[in-house]
């Protein structure tokens, strides 16, 4: 998972600004809004309505946002979001996967197109680049959920596939199909997690040179500006010296 990893400790280390907090509290707002519409309001009856919750409250989204998020989709008049996934590939030939959340799916594949070509990439067919990833289950959780020998014992009795322990946290992967099963599992072991969601694992890396992955950083962070974009997995891999030195500029 090497681009998906170093996507997200890039983004943590970008991401402390007020209107990048506001633009995550917007997405998972979305999400909620959309999961309540499509099935019951009761988050205890509605997995994708639980998740997103969930989400939303590891990123300490306030408990007043998640209730008027959750009210809109009961209103009636919320806007109609479908989900859309767009392949293609990014600088350097790096695969990727944009999940989008629309009301408008001319506009944001107008928009997801542009941000692609501009940064030395190219928008591809449906199917393009998924077969370069897996699909899974990923629940995270902080580092003081407990230690890396009693989170592993905990995923192993819940029946996941593998777990990764270090400074930054658990991260417990498992079959897509089972994430649901194996998510209320450690849960009941563990407690609350700090994510829960599906995600695209790439089963293989590209490397970029210097240029080529600040291209590619910059594409990250114009997917991540738009409100469509709800999430960007990828195949990059950036030696350690050049990912330490765009990350301090």
């Known amino acids: ?73 009961l209103g009636g008049d919320a806007e109609t979001y479908e989900a859309i996934r767009y392949e293609g590939y990014g600088p350097g030939g790096v695969a990727m996967i944009i999940e989008a ?3 408008n799916r001319n506009r944001t594949a107008s928009a997801v197109r542009s941000y692609l070509t501009k940064n030395g990439g190219a928008l591809g067919e449906s199917g393009s680049v998924a077969f370069m990833f897996d699909r899974i289950g990923q629940i995270v959780y902080r580092p003081g959920a407990g230690s890396a020998d009693a989170v592993l014992e905990a995923a192993i009795e819940a029946g996941a596939d593998d777990v990764q322990s270090g400074a930054d946290g658990h991260f417990i992967t498992c079959a897509f199909t089972d994430l649901g099963d194996v998510a209320r599992k450690l849960e009941a072991a563990l407690g609350e997690a700090e994510t829960v969601k599906a995600v695209w694992k790439p089963q293989t890396a590209t490397g970029l040179d210097e240029d080529k992955a600040a291209q590619m950083m910059r594409l990250l962070d114009t997917l991540e500006d738009d409100d469509d974009v709800q999430d960007v997995y990828s195949n990059f891999e950036v030696a350690d010296d050049v990912l330490a030195r765009l990350t301090a500029a």
Do not use: C, W, Y
């Not at 639980?50 to 959750?70: G, H």
């Open 1 to 73: 998972m090497a681009g998906h990893s170093q996507f997200k400790n890039i983004m943590h280390k970008k991401g402390a600004a007020d209107a990048r907090r506001a633009k995550v509290f917007s997405k998972l707002a979305r999400e909620i809004t959309v999961a309540a519409k499509l099935g019951t309001p009761d988050p205890d009856m509605n997995p994708r309505l639980r998740l997103a919750i969930q989400n939303a409250r590891a990123e300490n989204m306030p408990k007043d946002n998640i209730e008027r998020a959750v009210k809109k989709a």
């Open 101 to 103: 959340l629309t009301d």
